[in-house]
């Protein structure tokens, strides 16, 4: 059989990290790629790109193919247009308005158990990936707009959804959806994106009309003025910094949950530990801010899950100035790249890596490891902003559903991944529901 780096074809194109695993496994930690890109999978060289060179390692051209949809918000700006979007934002995480998203959370996700409890009754079994996508979409149009928006929410989604094909696509893709290529799927991609800029204009002009005020994400937009020029942000950087928190804010937390559901069934004691967990802390009641530290077990679950399944593989910076990783030569203008999938696999510091294992993430536990050994949120000035909103929400989520279900697995319903601006589940995870 053909056979690449030591697999076979068919596991390699069902999973093309397992191809950078191999790579690392063979030649070490830095891996330079055909095209002069460079993998780098150790933590320390990790630490050294993410946070003491970050200035030499910026966004750049790294995103320049997902640019038409996010544009310069907060994720893929660099140098002052980025500080300035981080510090705008930063109220909108602190930890008060984490608390008032916990509420929304239990609320959404109350919501869909109670819409669940029909096909439970049935006995049918559900598709627990869109679900989630759902659930996430929910609460981050919630949390961002403090409103009313599904339908809008939804709308956006669809359309975002038809432009990551884009975004996560070939060379091949990117030019035959260009937009002024004559193929009629640029038609569908350039319709998907007026759609969504129309939308998000929408909602943004909406609440400008409304008298924006709290420390929600769009009223933190409309407040601002510039330190020195008094100016307020232009409707273009509106329109980018709503679309990049949309998006950063739940293909991620939907992807990681999705893929949890799967683990969770597969490993039936770490499924008994949720429950007694989750039953001892919240007695049935819905979870609060305050039990977030009490729901420890069921955070290791989610934690672990993104080791092995990181909702974000791969992400990428480009050199500005020549530099230097572990003795290689890294020209300016060369992209690096790290995988979480790959560095999270390294068996010097994950023992048994295959091994789902929550453990792993036990308080004295996690001090045993380097700091970059786990990065699923990268590293450094440039850190998710979202993950403690995350890490509540994926908690919160977990717990809840536990309360009322175990999720099993529809027998061989096949598991494979796919990377889109994430990595989900490629068929779903079809589940049967019974409750607790
Ligand atoms: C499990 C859930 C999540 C994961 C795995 C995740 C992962 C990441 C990663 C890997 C990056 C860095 C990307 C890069 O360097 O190219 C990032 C950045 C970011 N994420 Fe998240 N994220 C999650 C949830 C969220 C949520 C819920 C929000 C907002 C509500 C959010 C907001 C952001 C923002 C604003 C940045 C840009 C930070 C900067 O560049 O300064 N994320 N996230």
Redesign the pocket.
Known sequence: MFRRGGRSFKEVRGNPFLFFQDLVERHGSVIRLPGGSHLIAHPDHIGYVLRTRYQNFI?GK?FDTIRPVLGYG??SADGEL?RQQ?RI?QPAFHKQELAQAAKVVSCCTGRMLDAWSEVASRGEAMDISPQMFELALHI?TD?MFRADVEMEARQIADSFNITQAYAAGSLWKVARNHPRSPFPRSREYQRALDTVDAIVHNVIDERREQGASGNDVIAQLLAFRHPETGAPLSRRQMRDEVM??FF???E??AS?LAWTWWLISEHPEVEARVHDEVDRVLAGRVPNWDDLPQLQYTKQVLQES?RVR???PV??RVSVEEDEIAGYRIPPDTMVMISPYVTHRLPEFWPDPERFDPDRFALDRIQERPRFAYV???AG???????N??LM??TFVIAMVAQRYRLKLVPGHPIEMKTMATMRPRHGVRMTLHAR
Do not use: D, N, Q, S
């Not at 000035?381 to 993950?387: E, F, H, N, S, T």
């Open positions: 966004k790294a907060v994720v980025w981080r934002l981050i949390f990049t928190l950063a804010g739940h991620t937390t990681a993104m990181p909702p974000v992400y990428a699923p949120f990268a000035p440039r850190l998710c902003m979202g993950r909103f995350a929400e994926g």
